[in-house]
T-cell receptor
Framework: QQQVKQSPQSLIVQKGGISIINCAYE??????FPWYQQFPGKGPALLIA?????SEKKEGRFTISFNKSAKQFSLHIMDSQPGDSATYFC???????????FGPGTRLSVLP | DTEVTQTPKHLVMGMTNKKSLKCEQH?????MYWYKQKAKKPPELMFV???????INESVPSRFSPECPNSSLLNLHLHALQPEDSALYLC??????????????FGPGTRLTVL
């Protein structure tokens, strides 16, 4: 129940295209859903996060869509660039800070 | 200062060595975390310190010993490690460990190799 599932495992997108990564969870106590971007040899960097009181959050080219009833959330990267090539992790946690869980990750490659 | 710093960047140690990893943040965060990350895997939570007290230990073997000397510093003491402990060790901090303050900021990690 503490798991977060993430798909696809890897994704190849042409420059300028839209990258879409999906995550799903079971624990209804989760109420904080961040996305992290990690480049090789670096620590994860917080990209964007959402709480269940909104269905969508946009920051620049990055948008999170959240479906509370389906217990799913997704990351959309618009106008994908080669510099976006990295591993993306969705995560979820409960409001008390317990059970901070990462999804297994998606390796994104944006072709020039 | 919006950074979490970790030293050393790389560490190679034998199975009989004792070494320590260090983490520092000056963002006034009151929660600090240790994660272990193997190649092509997500970070796995090891320990959480909240207000300088150990609040979560995810059943980590005793050869890993965390220490939080003050709210800005976090250490991970290593002793009698095994080759399978080789990994990237990440430190993170957040304003608090609960509620609206659990956005975690990660350091660059220490790449540990156990021979």
């Amino acid at each position: 129940q503490q798991q977060v599932k993430q798909s696809p495992q890897s994704l190849i997108v042409q420059k300028g295209g839209i990258s879409i990564i999906n995550c799903a969870y079971e624990n209804t106590a989760f109420d904080y859903f961040p996305w992290y971007q990690q480049f090789p040899g670096k620590g994860p960097a917080l990209l964007i996060a959402i709480r269940p009181d909104v269905s969508e959050k946009k920051e620049g080219r990055f948008t999170i869509s959240f479906n509370k009833s389906a217990k799913q959330f997704s990351l959309h990267i618009m106008d994908s660039q080669p510099g976006d090539s990295a591993t993306y992790f969705c995560a979820a946690s409960e409001s008390n800070g317990q059970n901070f869980v990462f999804g297994p990750g998606t390796r994104l490659s944006v072709l020039p | 200062d919006t950074e979490v710093t970790q030293t050393p960047k790389h560490l190679v140690m034998g199975m009989t060595n004792k070494k320590s990893l260090k983490c520092e943040q000056h963002m006034g965060h009151r929660a600090m975390y240790w994660y272990k990350q193997k190649a092509k895997k997500p970070p796995e939570l090891m320990f959480v310190y909240s207000y300088e007290k150990l609040s979560i230990n995810e059943s980590v073997p005793s050869r890993f010993s965390p220490e939080c000397p003050n709210s800005s510093l976090l250490n991970l003491h290593l002793h009698a490690l095994q080759p399978e402990d080789s990994a990237l060790y990440l430190c993170a901090s957040s304003q608090g460990a609960s509620g609206a303050y659990n956005e975690q900021f990660f350091g660059p990690g220490t790449r540990l190799t156990v021979l």
